[in-house]
């Protein structure tokens, strides 16, 4: 997940009488963006060298202001409401406290409108299976709820921690390709070959 200025805009908001929850897992709930709940924590995390140099590489900028994290929640919003999901941000059930953002958003990959599964976990928490874990749960609430068809991942080729989580999720190796100037590699899931059930707590 490699963010450019290139990026589509959220579609218009549409209303929806009911709209379906947010995923949740074993050990979290997610949460749709909202300045008041995760603003501080989203502006730190973005701030951070070690986390931003993997989303927003080379020219791109590196770490972002809080005002860019600010700006950022607001698309997350924009993009709930008008498909029905996002990057959520989610909260661990014991403890209370965020850490981080992962979830489904559209994108524009290659000229093709896809659906992306990304995430960015706090660097304290790294190695957790947090990231794997909400992303198989976000994964199944595509097939199951948003009934996707297909979930792309797509990351820097040195990004291994970010390789091993696709993996670890069982999602298939598509190819390479150039986005940003960077060689990047793709990864997919389809919802025919998914299995039904989660190995990575994914109870949603
Ligand atoms: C990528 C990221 C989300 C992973 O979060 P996480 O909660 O630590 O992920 P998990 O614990 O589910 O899995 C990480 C896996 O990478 C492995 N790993 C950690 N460091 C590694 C390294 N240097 N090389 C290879 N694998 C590594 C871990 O051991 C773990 O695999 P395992 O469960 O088999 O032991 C987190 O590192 C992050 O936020 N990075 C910065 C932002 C980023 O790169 N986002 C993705 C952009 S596409």
């Given at each position: 997940?490699?963010?450019?200025?290139?990026?589509?805009?959220?579609?218009?908001?549409?209303?929806?009488?009911?709209?379906?929850?947010?995923?949740?897992?074993?050990?979290?709930?997610?949460?749709?963006?909202?300045?008041?709940?995760?603003?501080?924590?989203?502006?730190?995390?973005?701030?951070?060298?070690?986390?931003?140099?993997?989303?927003?590489?080379?020219?791109?900028?590196?770490?972002?202001?809080?005002?860019?994290?600010?700006?950022?929640?607001?698309?997350?919003?924009?993009?709930?409401?008008?498909?029905?999901?996002?990057?959520?941000w989610w909260r661990e059930r014991a403890s209370?406290?965020?850490?981080?953002?992962?979830?489904?958003?559209?994108?524009?990959?290659?000229?093709?409108?896809?659906?992306?599964?990304?995430?960015?976990?706090?660097?304290?928490?790294?190695?957790?299976?947090?990231?794997?874990?909400?992303?198989?749960?976000?994964?199944?609430?595509?097939?199951?709820?948003?009934?996707?068809?297909?979930?792309?991942?797509?990351?820097?080729?040195?990004?291994?921690?970010?390789?091993?989580?696709?993996?670890?999720?069982?999602?298939?190796?598509?190819?390479?390709?150039?986005?940003?100037?960077?060689?990047?590699?793709?990864?997919?899931?389809?919802?025919?070959?998914?299995?039904?059930?989660?190995?990575?707590?994914?109870?949603?």
């Open positions: 997940m490699t963010w450019s200025s290139t990026s589509p805009t959220p579609r218009s908001p549409i209303l929806r009488r009911s709209e379906p929850a947010p995923p949740d897992s074993r050990r979290l709930i997610a949460e749709v963006p909202s300045p008041a709940r995760h603003l501080d924590f989203a502006a730190s995390h973005f701030a951070d060298p070690d986390v931003a140099g993997w989303h927003w590489p080379g020219s791109l900028g590196g770490p972002r202001t809080r005002g860019q994290a600010l700006e950022m929640l607001e698309r997350g919003l924009e993009g709930q409401r008008a498909d029905g999901y996002t990057l959520w209370g406290e965020v850490i981080g953002m992962i979830g489904l958003r559209s994108v524009t990959i290659e000229s093709a409108e896809r659906v992306e599964v990304g995430w960015s976990v706090a660097p304290r928490r790294w190695g957790e299976g947090l990231a794997a874990e909400a992303a198989a749960a976000s994964i199944r609430w595509g097939f199951e709820t948003a009934r996707l068809e297909q979930v792309i991942s797509y990351t820097m080729s040195g990004n291994t921690r970010s390789r091993r989580v696709m993996d670890k999720l069982g999602m298939r190796f598509s190819h390479e390709f150039v986005h940003v100037g960077l060689p990047h590699v793709l990864y997919a899931a389809d919802r025919g070959r998914w299995p039904g059930s989660s190995t990575l707590g994914a109870e949603c």
